[in-house]
């Protein structure tokens, strides 16, 4: 089943997205068609359980499904909208209709939603949206702050989840994202470096640019591995047990982001930045994603924090002992 899903998003994304599309949603265009696409093949509701008419997918598996989305700069808000089903199914409480956005202050897509959901302490209100104001990203994505309107439905999610599922949520989705669009950002660079010639021979060949895409490629290949075990963690100990390897691969997507994008535009020189091309597009979301739902800083400080709690004789054995 994973891998089914991975292949239809990816082949509908090949299919329906691209740089043409990604101009069109930063002009404040709403995706409907691939949006439609999404829908038919069920994939907002990805996480829900099946007996719930979810397609039951891991953690693991929707981790893998956002790198995909990563990849193509997530020309539609999947990812939160799966969350935000998960969360909905967890409290016990049906799916909605239509594109479902999270939080009200910096919902993203806000303006085409059709529900927000809140989250406070483990309750979960699912709510029709009201007014808004429209803000963006730097990388055009709609952040708007939304007044929430007449309640649909509210519930408690369950032991496990803990207060802030939602934060953690999102940095897992961002990380995910942010590791897709590095690995497709990488692959361009490459690309490029082996087809661009200078001086009568491809720029690929030349020393100083192998190693600095090696290090982009290092850090592409950490980053993958730190969200596939915190993913692989939220399976075994729920959302807050996961909470140190998110922290984990949110702050090593912080890093990712940066080193990455610089060596990519380094490689592609001005045309990276071009309107026409899709560089800018993957390296813009990078740089908006890290710092939403936590930047690398803040998760640092907070495994820094726990880990003095914990005091110096527990932080080797806490290590050593978490299963990835």
Known sequence: MREIILEQTDRLLAEEAGVALLRRVEAGEWPGALWARCEELGLPLALVPEAAGGAGLAWADAAALWQVLGRHAAPVPLGEAMLAHALLAAA??????????????AAPFGRHAAAVLRHDRGHIALHLPDSQVPHANIAREPRDRLTPGPLIG?????????ARAL????????????????????ALAVEWANT??????????????????AVAAGEVAALEVAVAAAARAVDRHGMEGAAFEIACAKVMAGEAAEAVAARAHQVFAAIGITEEH????????????????GSAVTWAREIGRAALERGGARLWPDLTARDG
């Open 92 to 105: 016990g409480l049906d799916a909605a209709a239509g594109f479902v956005t999270l939080g009200t202050s």
């Open 154 to 162: 509210q519930g408690r999610l369950p032991q496990g989840w803990g």
């Open 167 to 186: 934060r953690l949520g999102l940095a897992l989705l961002r990380a995910a994202l942010i590791s897709g669009a590095a690995r497709q950002a990488l």
């Open 196 to 213: 661009r010639s200078q001086f009568g021979r491809p720029i690929g060949k030349f020393q100083a640019v192998q190693q600095s895409l």
């Open 278 to 293: 899709a560089l800018h597009h993957l390296t813009r979301r990078m740089w908006a994603w890290r710092d939403e739902a």
